[in-house]
């Protein structure tokens, strides 16, 4: 094991490592270790009130490896009931304790979490790659990223304050503080099995209040590992809840969610349909939701960009996960006067970089998709593409080795009209748009009712400050593919969803502001 100042960010794509410059992350790995350290990790049980237990009426379901088919495990479905348990169990330690703790206390405790994930680094990212088959040193990267949430909201924590304000009274102070909010439902997707928990939980931690997490169907185990870690970094019993539960229970925990007045936050990453869903069905207990939903990033390469960096950026920001993530590029335009020579370097980089195979293969920087529907999915883009005149330069069709791979995949021509415009693909598969005008491109990038992220190449100065202020989006990669950090504001515009994860904001997703007038002196 090696150390060094820097760690590996997210993706394994890109001939060039790429290197977060987040010092405080020490730790980095030998490329070799023995692939079977995450059984260590694997808990099939529920954790409710610090301990370890079977859903109430003993029921399980199956968490399966997308790689090869093979059971990973069996974990308690969750019941109603059990979920109950879990709010009240979090409400009571919320009142008990948890609200009134001194912030430098939730900081140490959020810290030591910090460092016993560095110290299971290998055995978490092996087992995020088993459960979800992201390529192991993608996963490793994850857990880097992962931990700088726990470090970064660790930090914040100390920094949670009011303000005095100027009084327009003689005789009255006016302040302001900030509470934690009360129990927060935490709701991830399995893309990220790790980093999306920890982004939501440390900062609600942080801020004070107890949480009770619903983990992805297809990835609990990894948010069930960081419950073991918990009880060693020494949480009390009760701050932190996980009910896992199946897919076909999934919707009725859900509304139990948003119609319980416990809860007063919910904080979800998923489907833009399923957050408008939380919304609607939360109105009658008015909660915060927060949420982080699809996009449809358009991902611009003008006729004055650096071609080759745009290729680059272009491979991180399409394939890392195989393209499962929510900021990635969906809808690639490509200015007329260079049209021709990005999609030839793009082609020859894809054929060079991207290897298909099991996520525990050295080799290998695109795993399998994460389920059939998944799948599915991306064919019927490809094919409505095709249908409508999109030409395959690369790819198109599911990979030989069977079950969930599918070939990366590039097709120009991409129009408006086709879905692969209006719908998240999530899979790998890059469309190229053809425009002529900076007008036009703007026009057809903001015709969408998603605006998560957005990327642009270009050297020109002053178009460099025209698309920033015209995309509709709420981040905005400049010739570069990648932007998430513990540091940057995650979230995004329009149907995209509502808050700030990360950052300064994110804590405040879990505070109420209280106004006090001091009056009587
Ligand atoms: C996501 O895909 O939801 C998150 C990706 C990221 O944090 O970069």
Known sequence: MSFITKSILITNIGQKQRWSTTASIIRTFSSHSQNDLYRSLIFEKAFIDGKFCQSEN???????????????????????????????????????????????DRAQLLKRLFTLQLDNAEPLAQLITAE???????????????????????????????????????????????????????????????????RKLAAALAAGCTVVIKPPEDTPFSVLALAALSIKAGFPPGVINIVPVSRQNTQN???????????????????????????KNSANTVKRVCLELGGDAPFIVFDSANIDKAVQGCIVSKFRNAGQTCVCA?????????????????????????????????????????NEKAVEKVISHVEDAQNKGAKILIGGR????????????????????????????????????????????????????????????????????????????????????????????????????????????????????????????
């Open 58 to 104: 003993g029921e399980k379901f199956k968490v399966f490896n997308p790689s090869n088919g093979k059971l990973i495990g069996n974990v308690a479905d969750c019941t109603v009931n059990d979920v109950k348990r879990a709010v009240q169990v979090a409400k009571k330690s919320f009142n008990d304790h948890w609200s009134q703790t001194l912030a430098k």
């Open 330 to 370: 969906n809808r690639i335009f490509v200015q007329d006067g260079i049209h021709d020579q990005f999609v030839n370097a793009l082609a020859e980089q894809m054929q060079k970089e991207l290897i298909i195979g099991d996520g525990f293969d050295d080799h290998t920087t695109i795993g399998p998709l994460i």
């Open 132 to 198: 979800m088959g992201k390529p192991l040193r993608e996963s490793r990267g994850e857990i880097m990223y992962g931990a700088s949430f726990l470090e970064w909201f660790a930090e914040q924590a100390r920094r949670i304050h009011g303000e005095i304000l100027q009084s327009p009274w003689p005789d009255k102070r006016i302040s302001y503080r900030k509470e934690p909010s009360g129990v927060v439902a935490i709701i991830t997707p399995w893309n990220f099995p790790n980093a999306m928990v920890t």
């Open 253 to 279: 925990i859900g509304s139990y969610i948003c119609n319980n007045s416990d809860i007063s936050v919910i904080s979800f990453t998923g489907s833009t349909s399923v957050g408008k869903w939380l919304i």
């Open 398 to 521: 599911k990979h030989e080795k069977g079950g969930y791979f599918f070939q990366p995949t590039l097709m120009t021509n991409a129009k408006s009209d086709m879905l692969i415009a209006h719908e998240e693909t999530f899979g790998p598969v890059a469309a190229v748009f053809r425009f002529k005008t900076e007008d036009e491109v703007i026009r057809i990038a903001n015709d969408c009712r998603r605006g998560l992220a957005g990327y642009f190449y270009s050297q020109d100065y002053a178009q460099i400050e025209r698309v920033t202020r015209r995309l509709e989006v709420g981040m905005i990669g400049i010739n570069d593919g990648i932007l998430s950090c513990c540091e940057a504001p995650f979230g995004g515009v329009k149907e995209s969803g509502l808050g700030r994860e990360g950052s300064h904001f994110g804590v405040d997703e879990f505070l109420d502001v209280k106004y006090v007038c001091h009056g009587g002196f």
